[in-house]
Each structure stands twice: as structure tokens, then as C-alpha cells.
């Protein structure tokens, strides 16, 4: 019943606009297609802010930059951070 209620009322909610945004015109007639849209999104990953920074892997290297300690992977993405 909770699940039934929750789906009625998303179309509710993504309707809902500011109304000190400007109104974006989106003509339906030219709609993409999700395999499309999802090829031109470009994923853009945070850092991890932490106390004490950690090499992970081996493809971790420390870096000083702006008096700031910086890991940065050359391996895998996730293990960027920053000590703040």
C-alpha cells in the first residue's frame, strides 16, 4: 500500500518547479533516447576530504600542492583524496 501511495506521488513531485527559475523549453518531439543520454554524461567523482590520508594501492602517490596533502591514483579513481 506504502509502495503504491509513494508511486502516485513522484509525477507530482518531478512536476514541481521553482518559480524563480527561468522555464526551460524542451521540445517532446526531438526526445533522446536513455541509451543516448547516458553515453554523453561524462561521471565526475569527488575527493575524499580526511584527517589522516592513506596510500591504497600501488598506483597511489602522495602529492604537496598549495600546502595541502593530496592522494592521487592512477589506478582507480575512488581513492583521490585530500587532507583537510
Not at 8 to 19: E, F, G, M, N, Y
Not at 30 to 40: I, M, Y
Amino acid at each position: 500500500m506504502l509502495r503504491a501511495f509513494l508511486a502516485s506521488t513522484r509525477p507530482l513531485l518531478s512536476r514541481v518547479r521553482p518559480a524563480s527559475l527561468p522555464h526551460s523549453h524542451i521540445h517532446h518531439a526531438h526526445h533522446v533516447g536513455p541509451t543516448q543520454v547516458s553515453a554523453n554524461v561524462v561521471l565526475a567523482r569527488g575527493m575524499k576530504v580526511r584527517a589522516s590520508v592513506k596510500t591504497m594501492c600501488d598506483g597511489c602517490s602522495v602529492v604537496k600542492r598549495k600546502g595541502r596533502i593530496y592522494i592521487i591514483c592512477s589506478k582507480n579513481p575512488k581513492h583521490k583524496q585530500r587532507q583537510g
